[in-house]
């Protein structure tokens, strides 16, 4: 017998009446089934906890026998259960009901100490999938400007043709009579009572007849899926993004891990990276540096131009607000420009004249002061 069954309305958690039959339960059963699967909800633990509810809800009522003393039990509880100890649904027309009591009602559980945490609906421990990790380069400007792409991951999900169950579709699966679905069973030591995990169906609470043909029961299989990522503007390379609940599934109706998708992002030809700001050099001629000039400068929307004053020193860095990355939250980084004074390793014959007349005119005075 199982102790579950008086908290739980399968019925309701099947959306069908108490007198549906097998046909209308299992109608039922394949639309919620399909609405609440973990394939068509990942990451959301609430649909998986409900699928999971749904799974049981029709383990048990798609049995005929399960069925027959479900809803014996249900006649003395009454529907949707106790609600409590002496609570007002089910015939105990609000009276203090003794446990010992229930146990005459419902036929014994097998030992009062059987009883011990009685209500709580504890299950052979539901666990988290492990977190998977993987590498993803991008460029440059798709840092930057954020883009959506998809990732081919390998690893363990959630068995397309078992939905998780176990269960080669069509299949009955049984709760296990040892532990009664529970997955742990009570063992008493004079006035207390250990929980341990159960040795016949192994914490799963269930019993699967004929193992799904893909996963062999696990209710995982190792799959390569494609898992689509949406990258932030303004990552940066060694970044991890989290992709909550797509990592591998969980046992017994706990939550999927996580997938890990750490970054790279290859190097520009054009910028060089500080945090949010861009930096880029740009060469300009001696006479530019000395007279002045306005340069055209490349961003990663489109050019600007850049002043640079007369008596520019080579090294100069100016600064183009709001050019840099615009991280998706945050403040937008600048864009750094430094002006490099280039020195031609050649010059014309013109140019040469120039200079040499340049340099006759430039005073001991100047000279020294460059020095
Ligand atoms: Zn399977
Ligand atoms: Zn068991």
Same mark, same amino acid.
């Given at each position: ?19 549906? #039959? ?5 109608? #039922? ?49 009454? &529907?949707? *259960? ?7 649904? /089910? ?5 203090? $009901? ?68 176990? %269960? ?11 532990? /009664? ?17 159960? #040795? ?6 269930? =019993?699967?007849?004929? &193992? ?5 029961? #696990? ?7 494609? !898992? +689509? ?8 390379? *060694? ?7 797509? /990592? ?14 750490? =970054? ?7 910028? *060089?990276? +500080? ?21 055209? $400068? ?23 607000? /709001? ?13 750094? $420009?430094? !002006? ?6 050649? $010059?014309?014959? %013109? ?21």
């Amino acid at each position: 017998m199982n102790r579950d069954w008086i908290e739980k309305d399968f019925y309701k958690t099947l959306d069908v009446s108490d007198e549906a #039959s097998t046909e209308e339960i299992k109608k #039922s059963y394949r639309k919620l089934a399909q609405k609440h699967h973990p394939d068509a909800n990942a990451g959301d633990a609430k649909a998986e906890e409900k699928f999971k509810e749904i799974s049981e809800a029709y383990a048990t009522l798609s049995n005929a026998e399960q069925r027959k003393e479900y809803d014996q039990i249900r006649r003395v509880a009454g &529907p949707g *259960g106790f609600q409590g100890f002496g609570g007002q649904p /089910g015939g105990f027309g609000g009276q203090q $009901v003794r446990v010992e009591d229930i146990q005459d009602l419902l036929g014994g559980f097998g030992g009062a100490g059987d009883l011990f945490g009685f209500g709580s609906g504890s299950r052979g421990g539901p666990s988290r999938g492990s977190d998977l990790q993987t590498d993803l380069t991008i460029s440059f400007d798709d840092a930057a400007h954020g883009t959506t792409t998809t990732i081919k991951v390998r690893g363990a999900t959630t068995c397309s043709r078992c939905g998780g169950v176990g %269960a080669e579709p069509g299949t009955s699966v049984t709760t296990c009579p040892t532990c /009664g679905g529970r997955g742990v069973v009570a063992q008493n030591q004079g006035f207390f009572s250990f929980s341990q995990p159960c #040795s016949q169906c192994r914490g799963a609470g269930q =019993l699967i007849e004929t &193992p799904c043909s893909t996963c062999r029961g #696990s209710g995982s299989e190792n799959k390569t899926r494609e !898992v +689509k990522l949406k990258i932030p503007a303004g990552v940066s390379d *060694g970044s991890t993004l989290r992709l909550r609940g797509k /990592g591998g599934p969980g046992a017994n109706g706990g939550p999927s891990g996580d997938l890990l998708v750490r =970054l790279r992002v290859t190097t520009s030809r054009t910028f *060089g990276r +500080k945090g949010n700001d861009l930096t880029l050099t740009i060469p300009i001629t001696y006479t530019e540096a000395t007279l002045g000039t306005k340069i055209d $400068v490349p961003t990663l929307n489109g050019g600007v131009k850049v002043k640079v004053p007369a008596g520019t020193p080579s090294g100069k860095t100016f600064r183009v607000r /709001g050019k840099g990355i615009a991280p998706e939250r945050g403040r937008s980084g600048d864009l750094l $420009v430094t !002006v490099q004074v280039a020195v031609p390793n050649k $010059v014309s014959r %013109a140019e040469k004249k120039l200079l040499e007349e340049l340099a006759a005119l430039e005073s001991d005075e100047i000279r020294d002061h460059l020095r």
